[in-house]
């Protein structure tokens, strides 16, 4: 039985979803109905789409986040491979901020090692040393995950259509360069109301940060879209990651890098 191909309505109508779930903080059926579980193509485009119509409502573009990196999160979500989206100005939060819960619908936090470029990468050998010569600094990471896709109820082609579940960042304020810094061999802890809550390596996240900061170079050359100096890089989580609720404090310690905290708020306005 031959596959059903999505067509530019299904993607446009998958792309509206999305918009509609963001735009009212209620949660949204999976796209997978319109475009397959598994069309790695059509994903992207409703991604694309979704992020189009961000920009030109005034949207920022900030950088990339790498994602489905860990082995632990892929068995948490039941996929098998990574993926990336794109990072905007009105995710990103400072050290320690306080994070308004009306902004996202299902968060979740996890721990990683963010790069910020010191170079285009365009073009040539997009090896890991390579993307390493482009990397200015190193800093350590929260990534609020979050899902428009009702229950986290996702397969891949949901997940990438939703901008890879993102959701919000926050970066650490110790900037290590990279002759200092080793990815592969950091530690990580994650505290949770002052518990562990997840722990991993480097290693955890694609067997190397910088492995995974190379894929995402490549893959974006590949589609049109290179990475820039200045952009940010969430190079993908390096444990587990934990529900995020109000009240709640999680603090990242990232051997090399530091710590990186934040709390979650309130939420004032209910969220489906």
Not at 50 to 69: D, P, Q
Not at 152 to 167: E, K, L, M
Not at 187 to 212: F, K
Request: hydrophobic share 45%.
């Amino acid at each position: 039985m031959p596959q059903y191909v999505p067509t530019d309505a299904d993607v446009e109508a998958a792309a509206d979803r999305l918009i509609e779930a963001a735009a009212t903080r209620a949660a949204c059926a999976p796209v997978r109905d319109l475009i397959g579980r598994d069309d790695v193509g059509a994903a992207y485009a409703v991604q694309r789409l979704v992020n189009e119509r961000r920009i030109e409502n005034g949207a920022v573009v900030t950088g990339r986040k790498i994602g489905l990196t860990s082995r632990a999160v892929q068995e948490q979500l039941g996929v098998d491979r990574p993926d990336f989206g794109v990072l905007f100005a009105d995710m990103n939060y400072a050290d320690a901020s306080v994070l308004p819960l009306d902004h996202v619908i299902a968060p979740r936090v996890e721990a990683e090692v963010a790069f910020v470029l010191a170079h285009d990468l365009t073009d040539g050998d997009l090896g890991t040393d390579e993307v390493a010569d482009a990397v200015a600094y190193a800093v350590a990471a929260l990534e609020i995950v979050d899902s428009r896709i009702d229950k986290w109820d996702i397969s891949f082609s949901d997940t990438v259509a939703d901008n890879g579940s993102s959701g919000l960042y926050v970066l650490g304020e110790e900037q290590v360069s990279l002759d200092v810094f080793v990815p592969v061999h950091c530690e990580m802890r994650m505290l949770v109301d002052g518990v562990e809550a997840s722990a991993g390596t480097g290693r955890a996240c694609l067997g190397d940060p910088l492995a995974a900061l190379s894929w995402l170079a490549q893959i974006s050359c590949d589609v049109g879209q290179p990475l820039r100096a200045g952009e940010v890089i969430l190079s993908g989580a390096l444990g587990p990651m934990v529900p995020a609720a109000a009240g709640m404090e999680a603090v990242a310690e990232i051997t090399g890098l530091g710590a990186v905290s934040c709390r979650f708020g309130e939420r004032i306005s209910a969220a489906t």
